[in-house]
């Protein structure tokens, strides 16, 4: 069973900091790697998709990277600003269909 | 932009009513979930659907039903409904067997069974 695992469980940072997040998952045969972004008492917002043969994703002040040989996934955010204040979840993609969640980050950025 | 709309945001229901939970996604996506989501125990994939009428259990399906009957609707029923089933509940989508397509959510129904 696969297991996924994000360390910290919570994050604090002053404003303008950059913010590495992390992933863990037990069984390296994922489908896909995704990030997600959940405000509190809302939904989660797709951020980045790796697929299983890639080895990064970028988005604006985002970066993902993954290793699939240690089990492994980091989330970038550079330059930190209040807004990014959230907590932010690793899922891997099982099959065509399946995710197995972390528990997720919960990031706090000061002004 | 995907959108994924939840029927309510808050909802609150008394032991053993029957409830539902409506989902409607705009983007012709094959694949739609239900999810739960605790304190402490994350998301839990409760019912999924890869097309109309079709539906596969997830992790926890002990208490709930799905329908899926058109392809942009995917609704959960509580067919008698428990305090241990207060909690929120998320709803999302995807095309179908594509890895470079993530799941687009809505923003959930928190329902607390009284």
């Known amino acids: 069973k696969q297991e996924v695992t994000q360390i910290p469980a919570a994050l604090s940072v002053p404003e303008g900091e950059n913010l590495v997040l992390n992933c863990s998952f037990t069984d390296s045969a994922i489908y896909n790697l995704q990030w997600f972004r959940q405000d509190p008492g809302k939904g989660l917002t797709s951020l980045l998709l790796i697929q299983s043969s890639q080895r990064e994703q970028t988005s604006g002040r985002l970066n993902a990277s993954l290793d699939k040989s240690s089990g492994r996934s980091t989330l970038y955010i550079a330059a930190s600003q209040p807004g990014d204040s959230a907590t932010y979840l690793c899922?891997?993609?099982?099959?065509?269909?399946?995710?197995?969640f972390g528990a997720g980050t919960t990031v706090t950025v000061r002004a | 932009d995907v959108k994924v709309t939840q029927s309510s945001r808050y909802l609150v229901k008394r032991t053993g009513e029957k409830v539902f939970l409506e989902c409607v996604q705009d983007m012709d996506h094959e694949n739609m979930f239900w999810y739960r989501q605790d304190p402490g125990l994350g998301l839990r994939l409760i019912y999924f659907s890869y097309d109309v009428k079709m539906k596969e259990k997830g992790d926890i399906p002990e208490g709930y039903s799905v329908s899926r009957e058109k392809k942009e609707r995917f609704s959960l029923i509580l067919e008698s409904a428990s305090t241990n089933q207060t909690s929120m509940y998320l709803c999302?989508?995807?095309?179908?067997?594509?890895?470079?397509?993530?799941?687009?959510f809505g923003d959930g129904t928190r329902l607390s069974i009284l």
């Open positions: 999302a989508s995807s095309f179908y067997r594509s890895d470079n397509q993530p799941q687009h």
């Open positions: 899922a891997v993609g099982l099959d065509d269909y399946k995710l197995s």
